[in-house]
């Protein structure tokens, strides 16, 4: 399975890294579900469309999910309710995180000035993509804002008229 379909954290930690002092263990798909506000359909689909990729499976072949993935299934909810959009924009949105965090390790590892540069472009690149769409996105919301805040101000003018005429 690729990086994005695995979580921010929980990618680069890995199943071989071991576990942090006091680190939750790995819950079971119920669990997980539960602490994260979804049902495990909903984590399912996302490992289905490739958003979400559980920790690792029990012995009996049990989807298991770690704190990486908890925090993945809180951005995707957030990209949902903060900002709007839909799964396969969410999909956009985490491939490119996993793709930056991938650029920040290499450019930590490697002391080539150039290729130094040439990740930081690609970083750069890929964070003015996406902020432009967001731009995009934010322009469409508050045109749709604008609308509702007219139609508030007309039906309170129509109230206003209706108090007159009936008082």
């Excluded at 930590?108 to 290729?115: A, G, I, K, L, V």
């Amino acid at each position: 399975m690729t990086r994005s379909a695995g979580s921010r954290t929980g990618a680069r930690t890995g199943e071989g890294a071991p576990p942090d002092e006091g680190a939750p263990t790995r819950l079971r798909i119920g669990e997980a579900a539960q602490r994260s506000g979804v049902s495990e359909r909903t984590l399912r689909y996302y490992e289905e469309i490739g958003i979400l990729a559980p920790a690792g499976h029990s012995a009996g072949g049990c989807r298991e999910y770690g704190p990486g993935e908890l925090e993945r299934v809180q951005r995707i909810r957030e990209l949902q309710e903060l900002i709007g959009l839909n799964l396969e924009e969410i999909r956009g949105v985490v491939t490119r995180e996993d793709r930056l965090g991938t650029l920040r390790d290499a450019y930590r590892q490697s002391e080539d000035p150039d290729e130094r540069r040439a990740l930081v472009l690609e970083a750069l690149e890929m964070t003015e993509a996406l902020h432009d769409r967001v731009a995009r996105k934010v322009v469409r919301i508050t045109a749709f804002r604008d609308e509702l805040a007219g139609l508030i101000e007309r039906y309170r003018t129509v109230l206003e008229e209706l108090d007159t005429v009936s008082a």
